[in-house]
Protein backbone atom coordinates (compact mmCIF):
# COMPACT_ATOMS: atom_id res chain seq x y z
CA UNK A 1 0.00 0.00 0.00
CA UNK A 2 1.02 3.68 -0.78
CA UNK A 3 -0.46 6.51 0.45
CA UNK A 4 -1.06 9.63 -1.63
CA UNK A 5 -2.31 12.64 -0.51
CA UNK A 6 -3.84 15.12 -3.15
CA UNK A 7 -4.88 17.69 -0.41
CA UNK A 8 -7.41 19.84 -3.16
CA UNK A 9 -11.27 20.30 -3.22
CA UNK A 10 -11.94 20.59 -7.38
CA UNK A 11 -8.49 22.94 -8.10
CA UNK A 12 -8.50 24.79 -5.22
CA UNK A 13 -5.50 23.38 -2.91
CA UNK A 14 -6.20 23.29 0.83
CA UNK A 15 -2.78 22.75 2.54
CA UNK A 16 -4.74 22.32 5.92
CA UNK A 17 -7.08 19.69 4.89
CA UNK A 18 -6.81 17.17 7.88
CA UNK A 19 -6.09 13.37 6.40
CA UNK A 20 -7.44 10.35 8.16
CA UNK A 21 -4.17 8.62 7.58
CA UNK A 22 0.29 9.65 6.83
CA UNK A 23 0.96 10.18 3.62
CA UNK A 24 3.61 8.39 1.46
CA UNK A 25 3.46 11.05 -1.05
CA UNK A 26 1.75 13.98 -1.65
CA UNK A 27 0.49 15.36 -4.71
CA UNK A 28 0.54 19.58 -4.71
CA UNK A 29 1.74 21.30 -7.88
CA UNK A 30 1.16 24.88 -8.95
CA UNK A 31 -1.94 24.26 -11.26
CA UNK A 32 -1.79 26.65 -14.58
CA UNK A 33 -4.31 29.28 -15.75
CA UNK A 34 -7.35 28.06 -17.08
CA UNK A 35 -10.47 26.92 -16.33
CA UNK A 36 -11.26 24.43 -13.52
CA UNK A 37 -11.48 21.06 -15.55
CA UNK A 38 -8.27 22.37 -17.12
CA UNK A 39 -6.88 22.93 -14.35
CA UNK A 40 -7.93 19.84 -12.35
CA UNK A 41 -6.68 17.72 -15.53
CA UNK A 42 -3.52 19.32 -14.86
CA UNK A 43 -3.30 17.98 -11.05
CA UNK A 44 -4.78 14.57 -12.13
CA UNK A 45 -2.11 13.92 -14.92
CA UNK A 46 0.28 14.08 -11.82
CA UNK A 47 -2.51 11.86 -9.95
CA UNK A 48 -2.32 9.23 -12.96
CA UNK A 49 1.68 9.17 -13.29
CA UNK A 50 1.92 8.51 -9.77
CA UNK A 51 -0.84 5.53 -9.70
CA UNK A 52 0.21 4.41 -12.82
CA UNK A 53 3.94 3.72 -11.11
CA UNK A 54 2.59 2.70 -8.03
CA UNK A 55 0.24 -0.20 -9.28
CA UNK A 56 2.92 -0.85 -12.18
CA UNK A 57 5.02 -2.28 -9.07
CA UNK A 58 2.29 -4.07 -7.46
CA UNK A 59 1.27 -1.77 -4.87
CA UNK A 60 -2.24 -0.51 -3.97
CA UNK A 61 -2.14 3.44 -4.42
CA UNK A 62 -4.61 4.92 -1.53
CA UNK A 63 -5.35 8.09 -2.60
CA UNK A 64 -6.59 10.51 -0.49
CA UNK A 65 -8.29 13.49 -1.52
CA UNK A 66 -10.77 16.10 -0.60
CA UNK A 67 -12.71 15.52 -3.81
CA UNK A 68 -14.48 12.36 -5.64
CA UNK A 69 -13.01 14.14 -8.80
CA UNK A 70 -9.85 12.83 -8.28
CA UNK A 71 -10.79 9.46 -9.23
CA UNK A 72 -10.53 10.68 -12.71
CA UNK A 73 -6.59 10.91 -12.41
CA UNK A 74 -6.94 7.27 -10.35
CA UNK A 75 -8.81 5.20 -12.74
CA UNK A 76 -6.35 6.58 -15.43
CA UNK A 77 -3.42 5.52 -13.87
CA UNK A 78 -4.97 2.12 -13.14
CA UNK A 79 -5.74 2.34 -17.02
CA UNK A 80 -2.17 3.23 -17.88
CA UNK A 81 -0.89 0.38 -15.53
CA UNK A 82 -3.12 -2.11 -18.00
CA UNK A 83 -5.78 -2.55 -15.34
CA UNK A 84 -9.91 -2.57 -16.83
CA UNK A 85 -11.26 -1.03 -13.18
CA UNK A 86 -14.83 -2.07 -12.50
CA UNK A 87 -15.63 0.73 -10.22
CA UNK A 88 -17.46 -0.08 -6.19
CA UNK A 89 -18.42 3.50 -5.18
CA UNK A 90 -19.55 4.31 -2.53
CA UNK A 91 -21.37 8.01 -2.26
CA UNK A 92 -24.51 9.56 -0.38
CA UNK A 93 -24.75 10.95 -3.83
CA UNK A 94 -24.98 9.53 -7.74
CA UNK A 95 -21.94 12.38 -8.93
CA UNK A 96 -23.42 11.73 -12.50
CA UNK A 97 -24.44 15.25 -12.78
CA UNK A 98 -23.76 16.65 -16.14
CA UNK A 99 -23.27 20.80 -17.21
CA UNK A 100 -26.85 20.11 -18.56
CA UNK A 101 -28.60 18.64 -15.52
CA UNK A 102 -26.60 19.57 -12.42
CA UNK A 103 -29.11 22.88 -11.24
CA UNK A 104 -26.00 23.95 -8.97
CA UNK A 105 -22.98 23.82 -11.02
CA UNK A 106 -21.13 22.22 -8.32
CA UNK A 107 -18.16 20.18 -10.70
CA UNK A 108 -17.82 17.80 -7.84
CA UNK A 109 -21.22 16.25 -8.51
CA UNK A 110 -19.88 14.91 -12.30
CA UNK A 111 -16.98 12.20 -11.83
CA UNK A 112 -18.77 9.37 -11.78
CA UNK A 113 -20.45 10.07 -14.97
CA UNK A 114 -17.50 11.39 -16.48
CA UNK A 115 -15.59 7.77 -15.84
CA UNK A 116 -18.73 6.01 -17.30
CA UNK A 117 -17.80 8.08 -20.95
CA UNK A 118 -20.58 11.01 -20.18
CA UNK A 119 -20.71 15.00 -18.10
CA UNK A 120 -17.75 17.50 -19.17
CA UNK A 121 -15.61 15.78 -21.38
CA UNK A 122 -12.43 18.43 -20.57
CA UNK A 123 -10.34 15.99 -18.08
CA UNK A 124 -10.79 12.92 -19.50
CA UNK A 125 -10.05 13.64 -23.05
CA UNK A 126 -6.57 15.11 -21.59
CA UNK A 127 -5.88 12.25 -19.37
CA UNK A 128 -6.43 9.81 -22.21
CA UNK A 129 -9.21 7.63 -19.95
CA UNK A 130 -11.10 5.39 -20.97
CA UNK A 131 -14.77 4.96 -20.28
CA UNK A 132 -15.61 2.35 -17.45
CA UNK A 133 -18.43 0.33 -19.01
CA UNK A 134 -21.58 0.71 -17.01
CA UNK A 135 -22.22 -2.51 -16.19
CA UNK A 136 -18.83 -2.88 -14.27
CA UNK A 137 -20.05 -0.31 -11.69
CA UNK A 138 -21.92 -0.80 -8.14
CA UNK A 139 -22.95 2.57 -6.62
CA UNK A 140 -23.58 1.83 -3.37
CA UNK A 141 -25.68 3.59 -1.33
CA UNK A 142 -26.47 7.32 -3.17
CA UNK A 143 -29.56 8.16 -0.86
CA UNK A 144 -29.54 11.63 -2.04
CA UNK A 145 -29.68 12.43 -6.20
CA UNK A 146 -31.32 14.87 -8.05
CA UNK A 147 -34.52 14.10 -10.52
CA UNK A 148 -32.02 14.28 -13.88
CA UNK A 149 -29.96 11.58 -11.92
CA UNK A 150 -32.37 9.10 -10.73
CA UNK A 151 -33.76 9.53 -14.42
CA UNK A 152 -29.91 8.39 -15.69
CA UNK A 153 -29.59 5.96 -13.46
CA UNK A 154 -32.73 4.18 -14.01
CA UNK A 155 -32.08 3.64 -17.34
CA UNK A 156 -28.71 3.20 -16.75
CA UNK A 157 -26.64 -0.49 -16.32
CA UNK A 158 -24.56 0.76 -13.47
CA UNK A 159 -25.97 -1.29 -10.19
CA UNK A 160 -27.13 0.19 -7.29
CA UNK A 161 -27.09 -1.29 -3.79
CA UNK A 162 -27.45 -0.27 -0.20
CA UNK A 163 -24.43 -0.96 1.62
CA UNK A 164 -24.87 -4.70 2.84
CA UNK A 165 -25.86 -5.67 -0.22
CA UNK A 166 -22.84 -5.17 -1.93
CA UNK A 167 -21.51 -8.75 -2.73
CA UNK A 168 -19.45 -9.36 -5.92
CA UNK A 169 -18.52 -6.26 -7.78
CA UNK A 170 -15.89 -7.57 -10.00
CA UNK A 171 -12.14 -7.62 -10.27
CA UNK A 172 -9.77 -6.06 -10.38
CA UNK A 173 -11.95 -2.95 -8.61
CA UNK A 174 -11.61 0.94 -7.66
CA UNK A 175 -12.60 1.21 -4.11
CA UNK A 176 -14.01 4.63 -4.00
CA UNK A 177 -15.57 5.92 -0.54
CA UNK A 178 -16.66 9.50 -0.18
CA UNK A 179 -17.06 9.11 3.74
CA UNK A 180 -20.70 11.59 3.19
CA UNK A 181 -21.98 8.12 2.41
CA UNK A 182 -21.93 7.56 6.00
CA UNK A 183 -25.09 8.78 7.82
CA UNK A 184 -24.24 12.33 9.40
CA UNK A 185 -25.03 11.74 12.97
CA UNK A 186 -22.09 9.70 12.62
CA UNK A 187 -19.42 11.81 11.02
CA UNK A 188 -20.25 15.68 11.94
CA UNK A 189 -18.46 18.42 9.59
CA UNK A 190 -19.89 16.94 6.49
CA UNK A 191 -19.60 19.83 3.25
CA UNK A 192 -22.54 17.85 2.09
CA UNK A 193 -24.37 15.47 4.35
CA UNK A 194 -27.47 13.49 3.83
CA UNK A 195 -29.88 12.71 6.15
CA UNK A 196 -29.93 9.39 6.97
CA UNK A 197 -27.74 6.53 5.71
CA UNK A 198 -25.85 4.05 7.38
CA UNK A 199 -23.71 3.68 10.46
CA UNK A 200 -20.23 4.50 9.98
CA UNK A 201 -20.14 0.77 11.31
CA UNK A 202 -21.80 -0.70 8.61
CA UNK A 203 -19.61 1.35 5.84
CA UNK A 204 -17.08 0.19 7.16
CA UNK A 205 -18.25 -3.41 7.42
CA UNK A 206 -19.11 -3.29 3.92
CA UNK A 207 -15.34 -1.62 2.72
CA UNK A 208 -14.10 -4.91 4.53
CA UNK A 209 -16.06 -7.35 2.88
CA UNK A 210 -15.26 -5.61 -0.47
CA UNK A 211 -11.52 -5.30 0.66
CA UNK A 212 -11.72 -9.34 1.47
CA UNK A 213 -12.79 -10.06 -1.49
CA UNK A 214 -9.82 -9.26 -3.04
CA UNK A 215 -9.13 -7.66 -6.51
CA UNK A 216 -8.49 -3.97 -5.06
CA UNK A 217 -6.15 -2.21 -7.58
CA UNK A 218 -6.72 1.20 -5.94
CA UNK A 219 -8.49 2.82 -3.08
CA UNK A 220 -9.92 6.48 -3.21
CA UNK A 221 -11.04 8.11 0.10
CA UNK A 222 -13.08 11.57 -0.45
CA UNK A 223 -13.00 13.39 2.29
CA UNK A 224 -15.40 15.70 2.01
CA UNK A 225 -15.74 17.41 4.90
CA UNK A 226 -15.09 21.12 6.60
CA UNK A 227 -11.40 21.51 7.80
CA UNK A 228 -10.94 21.51 11.16
CA UNK A 229 -14.52 19.63 12.06
CA UNK A 230 -12.57 17.00 13.33
CA UNK A 231 -14.15 13.97 10.97
CA UNK A 232 -10.85 12.68 10.16
CA UNK A 233 -9.83 10.82 14.00
CA UNK A 234 -13.40 9.47 13.11
CA UNK A 235 -12.70 7.57 9.92
CA UNK A 236 -9.73 5.75 11.99
CA UNK A 237 -11.57 1.93 11.99
CA UNK A 238 -12.73 3.36 8.37
CA UNK A 239 -9.65 3.64 6.91
CA UNK A 240 -7.71 0.72 8.60
CA UNK A 241 -10.36 -1.63 6.65
CA UNK A 242 -9.27 0.46 3.16
CA UNK A 243 -5.47 -0.09 4.01
CA UNK A 244 -5.95 -4.13 4.30
CA UNK A 245 -6.19 -3.55 0.43
CA UNK A 246 -2.92 -5.22 -0.84
MN1 LIG B 1 -19.08 12.14 -4.06
Known sequence: ????????????????????????????????????????????????DEVAEQAGTG???VVVSGDCT??????????????DPHVVWFDAHGDVQT??????????????????????RTAPERLGLRPVPE???VLVDARDLDPPEAQYLARSEIRRVPVDRVGDVGKPVYLHVDVDVTNPDDLPGLLFGAPGGPPLAAVTDAVRAVVAAGG???????CTYRQGSGAAPR???????LSAAQ
Not at 7 to 14: A, G, I, M, R, Y
Not at 70 to 75: A, H, N, P
Not at 216 to 222: L, P, S
Not at 235 to 241: G, H, I, M
Open 235 to 241: LAELVEA
Open 135 to 137: RDV
Open 216 to 222: VAAVGIA
Open 99 to 120: PQTSSSGYLGGFPLRQLVGGSD
Open 59 to 61: RVP
Open 1 to 48: MTVIAVPFHLDEHLPGLELPLAADHTIAPDLPPGTPWERMAALYEEVA
Open 70 to 83: TSLGVVAGLQRAGH
